[in-house]
């Protein structure tokens, strides 16, 4: 005699509408009982298929990535580094793999990794590499990185502190719609940090970024006010 779990995983995922259907049937006859049971057979199939589905895609995500496909690197990586879609949770593999497609050239990897090495995520924690990554990305118009590379910069983390370099890289990172960084541009230009003093180019950027939902730049510009 076959399975339950054998039945469901034998058959296609047409079977699942035809057991909704019997228990809708079956709750007009009034079978409360037999009702529950069905429909408790149809979530668990769904929940089988779905298990079967996952699996498969992370197989073949860590076939390609075993090649070099560097977006599936990039994929499994991040998979790794958040315990999601059918992975156990490890940063060390998260690196791994991010750092492999990150090699190849992807800014998305090359930004992740670089907040590996920054915050010591599954590798030894080191400011210059992070810098590394961030410069890679950021050079690829990669709006984090960029972002990211400003506060390296504005806070002398892993490089010389420089407002000049710190202001350039935000700059970059808020005409790419980044609200943090139009924030921070905003006060460069608000304070002369780096960059010439400007009441006029504070506002514009305190506005952007007030208009992107960053809540300290409406602060900031109701005081100015």
Known sequence: M??????FLEQSVKDILVIFLFA????KKGFDNMKKII????VFYVGLVSAQGIEADINAIIEKAETGNANAQKTLGSYYYLGSNGVEQSYSKAAYWLERAAKQG?????CKIGFCYNEGKGVEQSYSKAIYWYKKAAEQGHIKAQFNLGVCYDEGQGVEQSYS?????YKKAAEQGHSNAQYNIGVCYYNGDGVEKSKTKAIYWFRKACNNFEDKACEALNEIK
Not at 2 to 7: D, L, Q
Not at 39 to 42: A, E, P, R, T
Not at 106 to 110: I, K, L, M
């Open 39 to 42: 429909l408790f057979l149809g």
């Open 2 to 7: 076959i399975g339950v779990g054998a039945y």
């Open 24 to 27: 809708i049937g079956i709750e």
């Open 165 to 169: 370099k710190a202001a350039y890289w």
């Open 106 to 110: 992807d800014s998305d990897a090359q």
